[in-house]
């Protein structure tokens, strides 16, 4: 029988993360990197949610299980990579139990006064959720590995005045291959991005011709996100690698498209248009145009 989730357990230093895990005390109170090779987790650590007060950057190699969509599936068990910011909800099950990890932590205060503690809110990705892992070449494997490897070397050597640098430059390094490898894999999985595109035309297609916009509104991009079990962030990074548009945009499109029909084959006013597409003042869908 599983556990009754309580309230999450709130982790607000690098140093109670390791305290949790059974780990050594970290060489530094701001980063810490690990890699560990059939690590076990507590039977109190399963089942249970998380919030971490700093960034983590994680390659799971043992990530289970499948997420089908369509007919096809996604599949983990070859692991992949994920990304969490500060104060995002994190989750534990059986399934994690034991696996083998190399993880990145990072305190926001690490990087305070850089110019990364700006850029990192660019990394939509930090955004995504666990079933929008990057998953690896073995090429792009090495080359991530290398950087971790890097960090962990200067980490583990002496701190001087310029070992802060080194490593938030390594750090930015990784997160810039770190984009590039989900626009491949955006290309990559094209196949399966024109099958959600054709599901996304189906659902605005249904949204209006149920009149669900009559009793709830415009579509939003929050509500396809959550039909296609998608994180927001990451389904419009797809769409824009896909068509150049955002969901926005997409929903944008489709409005302007339906109004033109609703105003070519039906007698209703422009009022009357606007409020069957859901907009809750003709002022606003005359702003659209």
Do not use: W
Not at 71 to 82: A, L, T
Not at 212 to 234: D, Q
Request: proline share 3%; net charge negative; with cysteine.
């Amino acid at each position: 029988m599983k556990k009754e989730i309580n309230n999450p357990i709130k982790v607000n230093s690098i140093l109670q993360l390791h305290e949790l895990l059974g780990f050594e005390k970290p060489t530094h109170p701001l980063i810490s990197i690990n890699h560990k090779v059939n690590m076990v987790l507590d039977d109190v650590l399963l089942n249970q949610h998380f919030l971490f007060n700093f960034y983590k950057i994680s390659y799971k190699r043992t990530l289970k299980g499948k997420m089908g969509y369509g007919q096809g599936y996604y599949d983990f068990s070859e692991g992949g990579m994920i990304f969490t910011a500060p104060n995002q909800m994190l989750s534990t099950s059986d399934e994690d139990m034991e696996y083998e990890g190399l993880t990145l932590v990072f305190h926001s205060d690490f990087i305070r006064n850089y110019p990364l503690a700006t850029r990192i809110k660019n990394f939509g990705f930090f955004s995504y959720t666990a079933n929008e892992a990057l998953f690896l070449s073995d090429k792009e494997k090495q080359t991530v590995f290398s950087v971790f490897e890097n960090i962990k070397t200067e980490l583990n050597g002496n701190i001087d005045d310029f070992s802060q640098d080194v490593m938030i430059s390594h750090i930015e390094v990784l997160l810039n291959y770190c984009n590039r490898f989900y626009k491949r894999q955006f290309i990559t999985r094209k196949a399966v991005n024109n099958d959600l595109l054709a599901k996304i035309e189906q659902l605005l297609t249904d949204y209006f011709d149920n009149e669900t916009a009559l009793h709830k509104g415009l579509p939003t991009v929050e509500y396809l996100a959550t039909e296609l079990n998608l994180s927001p962030r990451y389904l419009g990074d797809m769409l824009r690698s896909l068509n150049g548009q955002n969901a926005q945009q997409l929903i944008h499109e489709k409005l302007i498209e339906r109004a033109k029909e609703y105003l070519t084959a039906t007698p209703f006013s422009v009022a009357e248009v606007a409020y069957q597409l859901g907009f809750e003042h003709p002022q606003s869908f005359n702003k659209l145009f």
